[in-house]
């Protein structure tokens, strides 16, 4: 058979048992043509390739890859998966794995560290319930009357809870409630009006006008069902004169001798122990034959701190009136004696003590007169003709109030925390009441500086807030007192004006305290001594709560009643109850309630300030002190205070709540007051 074709003759023998190797690809023609591409009836091949012939096979191609030297654009699967293979290949992957992976490590620590350092939303601080609740003084006798006797007690609180509550205060503090000699079961009406409450007979007894122990406990329990809380007044540094204590002292053997302050020189020829040294300086012992008192001390109502006794015959203190001596509170058994009487009424579950004078429980241990005041030349009986440097403000007095702090700490048995409150008068040192050597003291020192001024514009308001802000030390809570023992604020400025300084004391970061009957409007009462003397009866007329009605409410079937019914302010833009509800209600918005306080624009007629904290609304309240309209431009007063406000609150301005305004043009009336809101923005970096 001839043949015919292309005949491929290798000059170099094949071995016939070669076969295929590791590199080499043998195959039968066909299976060399399906690997190679043919063109113009030639086969072109990047493989070095050898052919036997044998009879039985015919001819066999053998023939060996040849690689490539380098990678080259469109090569196969096998040269690629080759060269990637090679170490310079596999160290590149490695590297530009390694590269992404560290991409991402650093990509996620940069986004973690942006959302650690860029400013967030901060908690708002949690409050305390006396921090959070405003608080009601309520003079018990003039209050409510329950049983027809023409006298407050504590049933008549009891049935007025829930008016208390819905004028928006959480808290109830009460006048002294204690037995005295002028709060037995029947007094005579001339003797309540001359009666003293801090010259107490029992300090556990409820005096017989006001109830007894089971009324306060119904009023403690009425007063918790609502959710409020009852704080009573705590007199530490007096007693009357008909106190058990007292009627043991004047005698000179007697375990509580040394229970009050007495002075005189020793006539007794024998000592009253065996005790050695100067002990209790100032406490002596025996019949006094001095005639004359100690020293120059004064009390606060114009005669001699000092009277003597005619059984004891020496003098005792009293730095208030005469049938209220003094506490020698240096005694340790006077002090355990007052730590029992509070733990009397924590086991009752009183949330809290009004600490009564504090400044005036301790005095000078020598006994050194007090200096006479610059430019008095002859000075007399009046207390205000002396510097009291001696008895008052004593060191002693902060110690002792961190004790009381602690043992009220010590004792809670609830979860509720225990408060003590306290006024300031005394020459105390404000920043060691709240804190005494880096402990706690008392929670909230009472403000009276607005009681004690009779004109007070826009700069004086300055004043009196920044030097109030500037003695409270850091992390503690301010306070602003509307009345007590002081004249009404009613009597004292006109209605407008009242409400201009009840808007900064609820909207101030602090608590307010509200005497009663200043949300209708209440002025002073009577005249003459009986009610202008210390006793400060001016201020405590009886509550109106019907003016329709017999003795305006205040008692069923009673013909008489203690004192006179409170005279009450003309209100001229309404009641001013219905603007305390709107100041209690904004008050408990995040910003006021937890927020920060920063003074923005003040001038002679106004005070502004801002209260604002993290993820929530920020507010601008301006108030106008003057006597005539103003218009401010309170933008730039403070960083965060933004062009597009909405009034939030409004008095005695021509706004109107939910109006949009700009703070770059406020106008406000006379006394009037005006709060703006606006959205949260966060802070760049």
């Known amino acids: 058979m001839s043949k015919s074709g292309v005949y491929l003759v290798s000059s170099t023998p094949v071995d016939a048992d070669r076969g295929t190797k590791p590199g080499y690809n043998s195959t039968s023609v066909d299976a060399h043509k399906r690997n190679h591409q043919v063109y113009d009836n030639s086969v072109f091949t990047n493989s070095e390739e050898k052919a036997t012939y044998s009879e039985a096979n015919g001819i066999v191609l053998e023939f060996e890859k040849v690689r490539p030297s380098k990678p080259y654009r469109g090569m196969g699967k096998e040269d690629l998966l080759y060269f990637s293979s090679q170490p310079f290949w596999r160290r590149l992957r490695m590297i530009c794995v390694a590269i992404v992976l560290i991409g991402w490590v650093a990509l996620i620590i940069t986004v973690a560290a942006l959302v650690l350092a860029y400013p967030r939303c901060r908690e708002a601080p949690s409050r305390s319930w006396w921090q959070a609740e405003a608080v009601y003084r309520v003079y018990v006798p003039s209050f409510k009357d329950s049983n027809g006797d023409g006298i407050g007690d504590l049933k008549g609180i009891e049935s007025k809870l829930d008016y208390i509550k819905d004028q928006g205060f959480g808290v109830i503090s009460l006048s002294p409630i204690y037995a005295t000699a002028d709060t037995e079961s029947n007094p005579t009406f001339d003797d309540f009006r001359a009666g003293n409450d801090l010259a107490v007979t029992d300090h556990k007894a409820v005096g017989g006008v006001y109830g007894t122990l089971g009324d306060i406990d119904s009023l403690v329990a009425a007063v918790h069902d609502r959710g409020m809380y009852l704080v009573l007044d705590f007199i530490p540094g007096v007693t009357g004169t008909t106190h058990a204590w007292f009627s043991e002292s004047r005698n000179n053997g007697s375990e509580r001798r040394n229970f009050y302050v007495w002075a005189g020189k020793a006539s007794d020829a024998d000592p009253p122990n065996n005790w050695v040294g100067n002990v209790l300086h100032y406490v002596w012992a025996g019949k006094a034959s001095d005639a004359d008192p100690p020293n120059n001390w004064k009390s606060h109502f114009g005669i001699p701190a000092w009277t003597k006794d005619s059984i004891r015959q020496q003098f005792y203190l009293h730095q208030f009136a005469s049938d209220t001596p003094d506490l020698n509170l240096r005694s340790a058994a006077v002090r355990e004696e007052l730590e029992d009487i509070l733990t009397f009424w924590l086991d009752r579950d009183i ?150 300084f009840m808007t900064l004391s609820f909207l101030l970061p602090g608590t307010p305290v509200l005497y009663y009957g200043d949300e209708i409007g209440a002025q002073n009462i009577g005249s003459g001594s009986a009610m202008t003397a210390a006793r400060n009866g001016t201020s405590r007329g009886i509550m109106t709560w019907n003016a329709n009605s017999t003795q305006d409410g205040f008692c069923d079937n009673c013909t008489n009643i203690w004192t006179s019914v409170m005279s009450r302010a003309e209100q001229q833009r309404g009641p001013t109850s219905d603007y305390i509800k709107e100041l209690v209600t904004l008050r408990r918005k995040v910003s006021f309630k937890s927020g920060e306080y920063s003074r923005a624009l003040v001038d002679d007629d106004v005070f502004s300030f801002v209260r604002e904290v993290d993820g929530e609304p920020g507010y601008l309240v301006a108030i106008n002190f003057g006597p005539n309209k103003v218009s401010r431009d309170f933008i730039g007063s403070h960083d965060t205070i933004s062009p597009e406000g909405v009034i939030a609150m409004t008095r005695g301005t021509a706004y109107s709540v939910d109006d949009k305004v700009n703070p770059a043009k406020l106008e406000i009336e006379a006394y009037g007051a005006v709060v703006v809101s606006w959205d949260y923005v966060a802070k760049e970096l």
Not at 388 to 394: A, K, Y
Not at 423 to 450: E, H, K, W
Request: net charge negative; aromatic share 12%; proline share 5%.
């Open 351 to 500: 949330d809290g003590f009004n600490i009564r004078d504090p400044g005036f429980i301790f005095e000078d241990f020598d006994l050194r007169n007090n200096t006479v005041k610059p430019g008095i030349t002859s000075p007399g009986n009046a207390y205000t003709d002396y510097q009291p440097i001696h008895t008052s403000g004593q060191p002693e007095v902060y110690g002792l109030l961190e004790e009381w702090r602690m043992m009220l700490r010590a004792h809670n048995k609830t979860a509720t925390e225990k408060v003590l409150l306290t006024n300031v008068d005394g020459a105390l040192d404000i920043s060691r009441i709240y804190s005494f050597c880096d402990r706690s003291g008392v929670q909230m020192p009472l403000n009276t500086g607005f009681l004690t001024t009779t004109s007070c514009n826009g700069a004086c308001v300055t004043k009196l807030v920044s030097d109030w802000m500037g003695k409270t030390p850091s992390g503690k809570w301010a306070t602003w007192m509307g009345g007590d023992n002081y004249d009404r604020i009613f009597t004292t400025f006109n209605a407008s004006y009242v409400e201009a």
